[in-house]
Nanobody, 122 residues
């Protein structure tokens, strides 16, 4: 099972950015997918996830600003981030869980991509 995240970069406050996570087809079709983020010295935290049935779950801190969706034809999982704030600066990770429902618990996710850094700064 392989996940590869990309799309991080520098963006100004209030701006938008989209991250992508390329997954093997089997992973994509059978697993719940989520994005987490982590800053130095802090725990990795859940951001948003999409279950196998398409249900989207958001962390309160990003609700109404971030969303995630799957492009099944290309086996890619996206994180669309709008109205970015400096506090959103972090390494962002995509992850897959064999559970068809989405959980916010890091240990439920068995497969992880490498982080992609998002920096929100003027």
């Amino acid at each position: 099972v392989q996940l590869q995240a990309s799309g991080g970069g520098l963006v100004q406050p209030g701006g938008s950015l989209t991250l992508a996570c390329a997954a093997s087809e089997r992973t994509f079709m059978n697993y719940g997918m989520a994005w987490f983020r982590q800053t130095p010295g802090k725990e990795r935290e859940f951001v948003v996830g999409v279950s196998g049935s398409g249900t989207v779950t958001h962390a309160d801190s990003v609700k109404d600003r971030f969303t995630a969706f799957r492009e099944k034809s290309k086996s890619i999982f996206y994180l669309q981030m709008n109205s970015l704030k400096p506090d959103d600066t972090a390494d962002y990770y995509c992850a897959a869980t064999p559970l068809m429902r989405i959980t916010t618990v890091r240990d439920d996710y068995l497969y992880w991509g490498h982080g992609t850094l998002v920096t929100v700064s003027s």
